[in-house]
């Protein structure tokens, strides 16, 4: 059974960082589009960055230079955020989908995590 699991959120000031985890079960990684998607208070869902197969990376733009995605040769992926901005507050869910090809797009993606709250203020 496929199970995708979130560790390491948190909560931080303006600045600050974190490291999201993510645990995938019953696929391997590196057969997957993996891809991190957040959900703040009131608004949709929104893509925040991908990693295909062979390692490619895609993030949105108000993220890009502060937040890196990465995978490892195991079962997992991670989401290094740094100068974290209030508005980077969040339910985050790590997501993964059996395509070499992503799509940073919340609804592409099959398999989700329960989300883990990353909280940042001012």
């Known amino acids: 059974q496929v199970r995708l699991k979130e560790s390491g959120g948190g909560s931080v000031q303006a600045g600050g960082s974190l490291r999201l985890s993510c645990l995938l079960t019953?696929?391997?990684?590196?057969?997957?589009?993996m891809g991190w998607i957040r959900q703040a208070p009131g608004k949709e869902r929104e893509g925040v960055a991908f990693?295909?197969?062979?390692?490619?990376t895609s993030y949105r733009s108000s993220v890009k230079g502060r937040f890196t995605v990465s995978k490892d040769d195991a079962m997992n992926f991670y989401l290094q955020m740094n100068n974290l901005k209030p508005e980077d507050t969040a339910i985050y869910y790590c997501?993964?989908?059996?395509?070499?090809?992503?799509?940073?797009?919340?609804?592409?993606?099959?398999?989700w995590g329960q989300g883990t709250q990353v909280t940042v203020s001012s």
């Open positions: 990693i295909t197969s062979g390692g490619g």
């Open positions: 019953g696929y391997r990684v590196s057969r997957n589009c």
């Open positions: 997501a993964a989908r059996l395509s070499p090809n992503c799509l940073l797009i919340p609804s592409y993606f099959g398999r």
